[in-house]
């Protein structure tokens, strides 16, 4: 299945300051999150972001506060952002087909997240490039879990390309030009 940009949201979970330091290989977690927020605004695609008892674990990372929406942010207490009811409410309120995740931690948030939105008979897709965890090893496990529970495995630039749709567009002008290098 082609991912559309009319019909999919892009989901940062859990990207936070005091989480980050801990997880393997954080800078490019952040930096190919960021590579991906940016294009799916650029594609005008919506994008929530979800933060983890944000009064313990801080806020998102400021490296991407300034590309993520304001009115995009949801508190949470529950691991899965589908199980803590004002982050359902808010994903539901609108209604993506195709929900793309991103975020921390693989083997915990993410996965619970994934399989729930699977469970709700979504299309989801984990961006293997945009996840990580303090081990390695964990998000290996989590990716593969994921798999074989019917959730896709893609990466940035997939996501990127079929956002786009075709070339010859001004948005991918900017897309080659700017995001491909």
């Not at 940009?5 to 980050?20: A, M």
């Not at 800078?27 to 590579?35: C, G, K, P, V, Y």
């Not at 979800?50 to 993520?68: A, H, K, N």
Request: proline share 5%.
């Amino acid at each position: 299945m082609l991912i559309y940009p009319n019909s999919s949201c892009l989901l940062v979970v859990d990207i936070q300051e005091k989480l980050v330091p801990a997880v393997h290989e954080n800078e490019a977690l952040i930096a190919n999150t960021r590579w991906l927020a940016e294009v799916a605004k650029l594609a005008g695609v919506p994008v929530l972001t979800s933060e983890q008892y944000p009064q313990g674990l801080g806020r998102t990372v400021e490296q991407l506060r300034d590309v993520l929406p304001d009115d995009g942010y949801m508190e949470k207490l529950h691991f899965s952002c589908m199980s803590d009811p004002s982050c359902n409410e808010k994903i539901n309120s609108i209604r993506p087909n195709q929900v793309i995740i991103v975020g921390m931690e693989a083997h915990v948030c993410v996965l619970q997240t994934a399989i729930q939105l699977k469970q709700q008979a979504r299309e989801v897709y984990v961006v293997a490039d945009c996840v990580s965890s303090r081990n390695p090893e964990d998000k290996a496990m989590a990716l593969e879990r994921m798999r074989h529970c019917g959730i896709h495995i893609v990466t940035k630039e997939m996501v990127g390309f079929e956002w786009m749709q075709q070339s010859g567009t001004p948005e991918f002008k900017e897309f080659s030009m700017n995001y491909l290098r």
